[in-house]
């Protein structure tokens, strides 16, 4: 199989998303449109990506720094074809296949993205181009084909009649927004493409037409699910995604094992990874790159942020959040509580209302809370501070920071301090 490459699209300003980001960033599932676009590709064997930015492309740079790719700026915002063109350079010695994607289009797979290039590679065609058939085309541009079905264009749906040029226009055919190149082909074809009159924009989609007049060979890969063709264009699109993605994700987790008691009150963003046994109650929501491991209990009611990770029989239950946390094998924190930038050992309970106070207004600080601890309801813990294994906090207490609790020890009240045997053991008299 020929080298492959990827050019992402990713200049548009998205007006009608009503956003000072470029629409590319706009965010999706807790995370950048385009971020699904670049993971499709790499989990498609596609290292050598190029982005092609325009408006905001400094915020694109950096949303994207880091990350191994190219971003170029496409000088004037002339369309989709002069955006292409803007990559001629880059690829001037590349004779491989070009994949070009649309960062408003991320709910296409890389199972998809396989099978568009192997059947691009297989017939050896020019172009090779996503579509699906859809009961309804809306606003999308729809496929034609001349009386051998062989495809001849694409054709915006503001100009769809029932014959065009002799060509026949299948009313459910749309184009999905991906397409495969000859890389020497594609630039030499987006070199033909002519300014659209009315817009004044170079299209891609004309490159279609360019092929077929010139007798090239143009083939389509009708895509089974149909979701993969929803362009993103406005916050309402950008609600359907999210809810597509969510049956994706939801779905996906249910498979593997884990119980998932009201879907529909429940927010779990893509990237995150659950173990088996697993029970999500309602009205959780859990953030990207959270990891859960098997057997644990989660919610009603909880919200699990970025860089959370529960080992397993872990439980977080109501009205508890935590953030940059680990929670320890069998701990548990069922009750009204907030656990930031704190690591959590095993068989640890953490009572109702335990707060960690992780931020002193400039930096944010670290507790560490050794096994088998018990940390009594309505425990402030001031960080940075650590509690030693098996040992106890009185309720209400307040561990202030740098007051490290021992191992096996008892403390009490505001400020935290050690209770004495003396104290601990004496019998009250009546």
Same mark, same amino acid.
């Given at each position: ?107 296409? &797979? ?33 496929? &034609?084909?001349?009386?051998?079905? %062989? ?23 749309? %184009? ?19 300014? %659209? ?31 993969? #063709? ?102 548990? #924190? ?19 209302? &335990? ?11 670290? &507790? ?54 003396? %104290? ?7």
């Amino acid at each position: 199989m020929k080298k492959c490459a990827a050019i992402i699209l990713a200049a548009g300003k998205g007006i009608r998303m009503k956003s000072r980001l470029p629409k590319a960033l706009c965010r999706l599932s807790g995370r950048p449109m385009i971020d699904f676009l670049i993971n499709a590709a790499r989990k498609s064997n596609i290292s050598d990506i190029l982005v092609v930015g325009g408006y905001g492309i400094a915020l694109l740079r950096e949303a994207l720094a880091g990350q191994e790719l190219k971003i170029i700026r496409q000088k004037r915002l002339l369309g989709s074809a002069d955006a292409v063109k803007e990559a001629a350079t880059r690829f001037k010695n590349f004779n491989g296949i070009i994949l070009v994607l649309y960062a408003d289009t991320p709910l296409i &797979t890389s199972t998809t993205i396989k099978a568009m290039i192997k059947k691009h590679t297989n017939t050896r065609a020019d172009v090779t181009l996503l579509s699906a058939e859809v009961s309804d085309p809306k606003e999308y541009g729809r496929i &034609t084909r001349d009386e051998k079905r %062989n495809i001849c264009g694409i054709i915006e749906h503001t100009d769809i009649t029932s014959t065009i040029s002799g060509h026949q226009t299948p009313k459910t055919e749309i %184009n999905a927004g991906a397409y495969c190149f000859n890389a020497k082909k594609l630039f030499k074809g987006l070199s033909c493409i002519k300014k %659209n009159k009315v817009k004044g924009e170079y299209y891609l989609t004309d490159i279609i037409d360019y092929f077929y007049e010139k007798g090239g060979k143009v083939n389509s890969y009708i895509t089974k699910d149909v979701d993969e #063709a929803l362009g993103i264009n406005s916050r309402q699109d950008l609600h359907a995604a999210e809810g597509i993605l969510r049956n994706r994700i939801t779905d996906k987790l249910l498979s593997s094992g884990v119980t998932i008691k009201d879907i529909e009150s429940t927010h779990i963003e893509e990237g995150v990874k659950i173990g088996r046994e697993t029970i999500i109650y309602p009205f959780v929501v859990i953030e990207r790159g959270v990891v859960i491991g098997s057997y644990c209990k989660i919610g009603p009611f909880a919200h699990l942020r970025r860089g959370t990770v529960l080992a397993k029989g872990a439980c977080v239950g109501n009205y508890v959040e935590t953030v940059r946390s680990s929670i320890g094998q069998g701990s548990r #924190a069922k009750h009204h509580s907030y656990i930031g930038d704190t690591d959590v050992g095993k068989g640890v309970n953490i009572g109702a209302g &335990t707060i960690t106070a992780n931020y002193d207004g400039k930096h944010k600080n670290r &507790t560490i809370i050794r096994d088998q601890a018990f940390i009594g309801s309505g425990t402030t813990i001031v960080a940075p501070v650590e509690i030693g294994k098996k040992a106890i906090t009185g309720a209400g207490s307040v561990v202030v920071k740098g007051k490290n609790v021992l191992p096996g020890s008892i403390v009490v009240g505001v400020p935290a301090r050690p209770l004495s045997s003396k %104290n601990r053991f004496k019998k009250k008299k009546y």
